[in-house]
């Protein structure tokens, strides 16, 4: 049963413009929400987060929105840059879990110069 | 150089064999974790460790074991390699956390591994 979803596999964006990947949730214990961004042949790396009493954090070019109603996040990138071309995993942390983290499948972004 | 280092980075096995795949780590964190990664699956977690004396299996532990030989170190093995162990494994790490913060993990490069 995959608590967290990425339904889109891949998505291509103009430079310049905004990329808006989305992820869903099943469990509304959730505590937190995290996004990875993966280069090839690299590990994970921690991107934003935001914590389920909030529902927008913003960190320079990124800001990840949290629907709590619709249990839906996404991460807006703007401007969209040739460097941001990786696969970005959505992860679900709950504090009664051993905060563990819950990935979702991942979605392939591909900016086109 | 690299904070989460795995080694072998690539490794082709036979059905039947014994692997151990290896992490290390120099950033003083208490908690490992290891994930496999599988085409349209995502991350999975396969055990993790917030101490040396404190092993957990996670959602994936069947077919793999693991070793926390020191606080830098945690291995996982796979006893008798079976195909759809095949994916890409990765190491992480993360401190405790505050009360009332995220879990934010630190990962390895990954390992390649191909059970044939």
């Known amino acids: 049963d995959q608590q967290v979803k990425q339904n889109s596999p891949s998505l291509s964006v103009q430079e310049g413009r905004i990329s808006i990947l989305n992820c869903d949730y099943t469990?509304?214990?959730?505590?937190?929400f995290l996004w990875y961004k993966k280069y090839p042949a690299e590990g994970p790396t921690f991107l934003i987060s935001?914590?389920?009493?909030?529902d927008k954090n913003e960190d320079g070019r990124f800001t990840v929105f949290l629907n709590k109603s619709a249990k839906h996040l996404s991460l807006h990138i703007v401007p969209s840059q040739p460097g941001d071309s990786a696969v970005y995993f959505c992860?679900?942390?709950?504090?009664?879990?051993?905060?563990?983290?819950?990935f979702g499948t991942g979605t392939r972004l591909t900016i086109i110069p | 150089d690299a904070d989460v280092t795995q080694t072998p980075r690539n490794r082709i096995t036979k059905t039947g064999k014994r692997i151990m795949l290896e992490c290390s780590q120099t950033?003083?964190?208490?908690?490992m974790y290891w994930y496999r990664q599988d085409p349209g699956l995502g991350l999975r977690l396969i055990y993790y460790s917030f101490d040396v004396k404190d092993i957990n299996k996670g959602e994936i532990s069947d077919g793999y074991s693991v070793s926390r030989q020191a606080q830098a170190k945690f291995s996982l093995s796979l006893e008798s390699a079976i195909p759809n162990q095949t994916a890409l494994y990765f190491c992480?790490?993360?401190?405790?956390?505050?009360?009332?913060?995220?879990?934010?993990?630190?990962f390895g490069p990954g390992t390649r591994l191909t059970v044939l």
């Open positions: 992860a679900a942390q709950s504090n009664f879990g051993n905060e563990k983290l819950t």
């Open positions: 992480a790490t993360s401190d405790g956390i505050a009360q009332g913060s995220y879990n934010e993990q630190f």
């Open positions: 950033k003083g964190h208490d908690r």
């Open positions: 469990n509304s214990m959730f505590d937190y």
């Open positions: 935001i914590s389920s009493i909030k």
